[in-house]
Nanobody
Framework: VQLQASGGGSVQAGGSLRLSCAAFGHSFSSYAMSWFRQAPGKDRVFVAAISWNGGDTHYADSVKGRFTISRDNAKNTVFLQMNSLKFEDTAVYSC?????????????????????WGRGTLVTVSS
């Protein structure tokens, strides 16, 4: 499966952005999806994940209550709604996919679980 992220841009602190990740391939509904981010000079970290059927979601503590991950299996797309953005949210955001029915946090929050990665989209938050 190929992944294409979009929706990044520049926004002031307190603003909102909605990222999209379009998947091209078969059986999108069989894949758990996630978002990771990498800030300049830092390692890539987990942001949010959603199970194959949308029944389970997981979030990094730093984004809980501000970000919401969702998916539209009919459109082969996963979204990340980001509200109340902070300067420290500045990063390149990448989506990832793994074909799995597992929905636990241990599996879905680890980058090692994912087989497919899209090119990132840059989010810049100015303070």
């Amino acid at each position: 499966v190929q992944l294409q992220a979009s929706g990044g841009g520049s926004v002031q602190a307190g603003g909102s952005l909605r990222l999209s990740c379009a998947a091209f391939g078969h059986s999108f509904s069989s894949y758990a999806m996630s978002w990771f981010r990498q800030a300049p000079g830092k390692d890539r970290v987990f942001v949010a994940a959603i199970s194959w059927n949308g029944g389970d979601t997981h979030y990094a503590d730093s984004v809980k209550g501000r970000f919401t991950i969702s998916r539209d299996n009919a459109k082969n797309t996963v979204f990340l709604q980001m509200n109340s953005l902070k300067f420290e949210d500045t990063a390149v955001y990448s989506c990832a996919a793994v074909r799995t029915r597992y929905s636990d946090s241990y599996t879905l929050t680890s980058g090692r679980s994912y087989d497919y990665w899209g090119r990132g989209t840059l989010v810049t938050v100015s303070s």
